[in-house]
């Protein structure tokens, strides 16, 4: 390996067709932002609309923007701005609740379609390391099916993508997945996976929270069955804004939820005491939707308008790249071990690394304004947005942590303490 400068990540800059998009971001100054992964920066043009809807569709149209500012139809006029990032036709996402929230839709929906056509079918498998929250709606709906006297279903944890052919045995029902692993960054071939599970009689649902807007996804292309994902990682849509939910059109008309509110009715303002679901997309709905919350996840698409998907992975994958062969010249001799793939095809838009103290190290960087962030256990997460993200801030980046390690700044009584997020 060539030995590498900041001229040369000056030259990468200069170079990088997708820089003038930082411009649509309001980030401090002298900040380096590596935590797109977990809340995406603030478009400026947010401010503008966060105005907008609250003095005049709010302020002034009161209860009447419900139709004349478009409110009603907000969570699927976005899903259809979404769905492009994420190989979905139109009439097949809807912006909506939260990604746990989702999940539990997902999950006893493709429950009941297994159930019909396959009913010993019990098993669902998933990763021992995927994001927790996944793991735990999948025991809350078992524990409720069970506990109500229903199904005994069981949830099969395999250690990795090399136990996914084992585990696929013919009692399981469901595969649930994360496309982009948030602890490792590994990233699943989708389209084998899912042929893989087909093969073998199971249906599987996708999370694509790491992987929406930072990585190419083609769900159609991949004939998957269901997906979620959330809005405010690398999409934009500020702290808390509302994920979304993808079925595949076949699976459209028996999509079945128990969060049968009035939202996902067929006719909600005919107020019937009887349940019945509408006829297409709305019926993954559940109940009022947070308006103002909502219209920030559309600036954050916007901030898509000027690129795709494929100059988005391409320059992704040259962050992630220029982060490890860097911090492989200027960091070694230190105790980090790489938790990411080198290998590019298996590799989703962020870099990990262990090390014994990360959770120190980590808020010695946030103090001197490199911001990534810190999972248990261990893990130094740093991720890449591309949209924001320059050569120029990999290399501060790594020239500030290695000024921590060598100087060991971060053994320092207040870097050991933590607070409630981390
Ligand atoms: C961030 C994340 C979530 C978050 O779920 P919420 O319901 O929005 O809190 C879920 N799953 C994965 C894989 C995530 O990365």
Redesign the pocket.
Known sequence: MTHLTLDDCRAMDARDPLAPLREQFELPPGVVYLDGNSLGAMPKAALARAQEVITQEWGTGLIRSWNTAGWFELPRRLGNKLGRLIGARDDEVVVTD???INLFKLLAAALRQQQRVAPERRVIVSERNN?P??LYMTQGLIELLHSLGGAHYELRLIDGPQDIDAALTDDVALLLL?HVN?QTGYMYDMVDVTARAHARGAVTIW?L??SAGAVPVDLNGADADYAVG?TY?YLNGGPGSP?FLWVNARHQETFTQPLSGWWGHARPFAMEPQYAPHAGIQRYLCGTQPITSLAMVESGLDTFAATDMQQLRAKSLALTSLFMDLVAQECAGFPLTLNTPVDTRCRGSQVSYEHPQGFAVVQALIERGVIPDYREPRIMRFGFTPLYIGFEDVWSAVAVLKDILQSKSWDQPQFHQRGAVT
Request: glycine share 0%; net charge negative.
């Open positions: 939260t990604t746990s994001f929250t996944d994360t948030y999370d929270c790491h959330c990682k994920a």
